[in-house]
């Protein structure tokens, strides 16, 4: 278990990202298409941070810094490495990236659902905020 290795994905990694999600994330998004995870990898190609454990994909996690606030996405870990730290790596590599952009605080989007998740964020440190909610707009029809 001690292969396990995170990077940042790079453009050749988008459709193994996109099938990977299929698997291993809980719900989609409207920008979880190959067009909106080309524009995050070219607008900031360390956001989306990759773990591989024996050459398989094993998770990843969006670690998007604006320059004011941290927000993280799409941790999504494979049902077959899970319970084996992969969550946790990702956590601490998009936790390390934060702190050297000079972020001070992460927040995260959680589904309400996914009580499974919610054991992992806990056990990693992070409490929901009940006193707020999200509000969206599509911006495209």
């Known amino acids: 278990m001690d292969d396990l290795r995170t990077r940042a994905a790079g453009p050749g990694d988008l459709d193994a990202v996109l099938a990977f999600w299929k ?3 809980e719900g989609t998004s409207i920008s979880d298409d ?7 990898v070219a607008r900031d190609p360390e956001a989306l941070i990759l773990a591989e454990r ?11 810094f604006d320059g004011w606030r941290c927000h993280l996405y799409r941790l999504a ?21 934060f702190v050297r952009l000079g972020g001070r605080r992460g927040d995260a989007m ?10 992992a964020w806990r056990a990693a440190g992070y409490a929901p ?4 909610s ?3 707009k599509p911006l495209a029809d």
């Open 134 to 136: 999200r509000w969206v």
């Open 129 to 132: 905020e009940p006193q707020w």
């Open 77 to 97: 870990v494979h049902p077959d490495h899970r319970r084996q730290g992969v969550g946790a790596a990702l956590l601490a590599a998009a936790e390390e990236r």
């Open 23 to 25: 698997v291993a994330a």
């Open 54 to 64: 024996g050459g398989e994909l094993a998770g990843t996690v969006i670690a998007g």
């Open 110 to 119: 959680v589904l309400d659902r996914n009580e499974l998740a919610h054991h």
């Open 34 to 40: 190959r067009s909106g995870v080309e524009r995050l």
